[in-house]
């Protein structure tokens, strides 16, 4: 195939690099001939560095550079091109020029695909005489690592282009997924429960960015935490994309942005970029701040409290703690309750417990790496530090566990953080964005998730996912963690979150596009 990129930016020349790579002849071109020059001689030295480092011969390296043809006019004749791939900068009516000026000098059989990351594929497209022929190709930087591709179809964009692209983009080595036209398409959508949720947990001073990472990290298995990730990506996009997803949804609760992002950006307090973050960095930038050591008493006596406290009992008992068996506390014992979308508080006045040495622990996971112990404003200082003390056991021979401690909030840290990562990909797929299967694809290609969101709500079981969500929403009173109704129509069916289930056409014989 021949392919023509306009746009020779990091984008385009990602692109370029890849297309050129797996086969196919690319014009590369770009307003700026600087620019095609200094990314050709990009493209270069990533495929001599591929060489050195064994994934391609030389012999491939050169027929790949071959094949990449530089244009010193992006709007010259092309009848032998098939396809455009649009890598100019994020403006609608930049955009729309290049696009006008392409039609004019391309076959009508040409297909144009826009690189765009947060516009409409409908609305660059309104602006063609024949919008059909135009697709959104959403790529991630850097291109040939990134190895998902997102396939926009636009409102009037012809059936048959979404699968022939589709098609390319498999066949040159990426996997693809086809996305409705909606504000952040899959990845970023699908992006923001994770990071308005801990936003939302800083907002409530639950804990503080570092803590909420290494919960993120420890106990949710993520990479990343959701204040280093933001610190990587920039605080000024992340909170752009954040504020057009949820405008773009019309105020969507479960969306909903945090106050804490504009003055923020205002500052300048970026991340990584800018020096300055939810974190420091640079060459004279203090080391991360070590955990707090754990002081208490571990061999003080401890009762656990609550329908969650088997498998912690069991845990702590291994590990040669002095748990408790009898049908209340001692004077002495400090008392855990595993909560599950609940509050310590809640449990001190519903259960009768002593509110000064009671305190929260997450049942997610209990025999984890790290553990999280939650507060609540009438605990003893003395006493919590014994419990995590407690807590921080672990059976002979192991390490001991680190332990995390949080204010106390509905569903602790983890929890909370997984009900919205989960919250999100639930409502794309009950919404038809997005296949299940392309939503779990997508999320763990472009975000690195360890998991699919929907098969994560599977491992943890779509009842007990049900139910704390139904607990969050009404210990809160916060519309942002009402269930949706793909996980509450799965839960009472016993179907898996990523079963796409019956549809009314599936019964009709009738198909989509009827």
Same mark, same amino acid.
């Given at each position: 195939? +021949? &392919? ?10 990602? %692109? ?25 001689? #990009? ?41 455009? %791939?649009? !890598? ?27 690189? *765009? ?30 190895? &998902? ?11 048959? %282009? ?29 992006? +923001? ?21 290494? &919960? ?16 990587? *990506? ?5 909170? !752009? ?7 773009? #949804? ?32 640079? /060459? ?16 003080? /006596? ?43 508080? !809640? ?11 009671? #305190? ?16 609540? /404003? ?31 909030? !509905? ?16 409502? &794309? ?50 519309? +942002? ?34």
């Amino acid at each position: 195939m +021949r &392919i023509r990129i306009v746009g020779a930016g990091a984008m385009g020349r990602g %692109i370029a690099q890849w297309a050129a790579a797996a086969g196919h002849t690319v014009e590369l071109c770009d307003v700026r001939t600087e620019a095609v020059t200094a990314a050709v001689d #990009f493209v270069r030295s990533m495929l001599e560095r591929a060489v050195q480092k064994g994934r391609i011969s030389s012999g491939e390296a050169a027929a790949a550079l071959e094949r990449l043809v530089p244009l010193d006019d992006p709007w010259a004749p092309g009848p032998e091109v098939e396809l455009v %791939i649009e !890598a100019v900068r994020e403006d609608l009516d930049t955009k729309a020029e290049v696009f006008g000026k392409l039609e004019e000098a391309l076959p009508d059989s040409t297909v144009f695909a826009t690189n *765009t990351s947060s516009l409409s594929v409908t609305r660059i497209a309104s602006s063609l005489r024949d919008p059909a022929r135009l697709a959104g190709l959403h790529f991630f930087n850097p291109v040939p690592l990134m190895k &998902i591709v997102e396939v926009v179809p636009g409102a009037a964009t012809r059936p048959e %282009i979404p699968p022939a692209l589709a098609a390319l983009v498999e066949g040159c080595g990426h996997r693809a997924v086809t996305v409705a036209d909606t504000p952040g398409f899959l990845v970023n959508h699908a992006g +923001r429960g994770l990071v308005t949720e801990a936003l939302a947990l800083l907002e409530e001073s639950v804990a503080g960015p570092a803590d909420i990472d290494r &919960i993120a990290r420890d106990v949710l298995g993520l990479r990343m935490g959701p204040f280093e990730l933001t610190d990587l *990506t920039g605080l000024d996009v992340t909170a !752009a994309v954040i504020d057009s997803i949820w405008q773009g #949804f019309r105020h969507e609760d479960r969306l909903r942005p945090s106050y804490l992002t504009p003055n923020r950006v205002t500052a300048g307090l970026h991340g990584r970029k800018t020096g300055q973050g939810w974190f420091t960095y640079g /060459p004279e930038a203090p080391d991360a701040a070590p955990e707090p050591p754990v002081t208490g008493d571990s061999g003080r /006596p401890v009762f656990v409290a609550g329908a969650e406290s088997e498998e912690l009992r069991e845990a702590l008992t291994a590990a040669g703690a002095a748990v408790e068996s009898g049908p209340e506390p001692s004077e002495d014992a400090v008392v855990l309750v595993p909560v599950w979308g609940t509050t310590v508080a !809640a449990a001190v006045s519903s259960l009768g417990l002593p509110a000064a040495r009671t #305190f929260g622990v997450d049942p997610l996971p209990a025999a984890g790496r790290r553990r999280v112990l939650a507060v609540t /404003p009438a605990a003893d200082p003395a006493a919590a530090r014994d419990a995590r003390a407690v807590l921080a056991r672990a059976p002979e021979g192991e390490e001991p566990r680190a332990v995390s401690v949080v204010r106390d909030t !509905a569903g602790s840290v983890a929890q909370r953080l997984l009900a919205s990562v989960v919250a999100v990909a639930t409502s &794309i797929a009950e919404r038809s964005l997005a296949t299940p299967a392309d939503i779990d694809l997508a999320v763990t290609t472009g975000l690195g998730y360890p998991v699919g969101p929907l098969a994560w709500g599977d491992r943890i079981g779509a009842g007990r996912l049900l139910d704390l969500q139904r607990a969050l929403h009404a210990t809160t009173g916060d519309p +942002r963690y009402r269930p949706t109704r793909w996980l509450t129509e799965r839960a009472q069916l016993g179907l898996s979150l990523t079963d796409p289930g019956t549809t009314p056409a599936d019964c009709t014989g009738l198909t989509d596009d009827r």
